[in-house]
């Protein structure tokens, strides 16, 4: 395994410490909050530094194109999950991106070769973030539509990106 993958399969070990810290009784205290928002965010970006290092290095591999894009799913959907049972957002919110993510898997499975995630997958991953960060911070009420604006537009960046990845490219005109 190389040395990006390590790093992919180390966000996984972010991901107790972050429910953990999202369970109802513990959210509320404001500490708490941001050390979750901490953890979140130094785990979100070793998702850049994998993919750095993997080019880099020239150890772009199947694996990691196969772990990167499902660490990063468990990374958004598991905060998204306790988000939802503190009551902060909709559960229908999270089945649409749990929806998005099962579908592309599915169809990355049947594909004989696997492809690393595209321009709108990236953008959809980094808004996702964005969107997370914000819920999880224990920021005032006054920042509550601007956290939920954010998400609303990450899940349509969500559905987007779904459809862009699984539609035939067209081929490119010469």
Known sequence: MTLATWITISRLFALPFLLYGLQDGIAENFSARWICLAIFIV?????????YLARKFDQVT??????????????ILGPLIALVELGQIPAWSVVIILTRELAI?????????ISGANWWGKVK??????A????IAPLSGVWVPVSLGIYAASICL???SGIVYILPQSPSVQ
């Open 158 to 160: 969500t559905v987007v």
């Open 125 to 130: 991953t980094v808004l996702q973030i964005i």
């Open 62 to 75: 199947d694996l990691g194109k196969f772990l990167d894009p499902l660490v990063d799913k468990l990374l």
């Open 105 to 113: 898997a599915g169809w990355r499975v049947q594909q004989t070769q």
């Open 132 to 135: 997370v960060s914000f819920l």
């Open 43 to 51: 785990a979100a970006s070793t998702d850049w530094l994998d993919g």
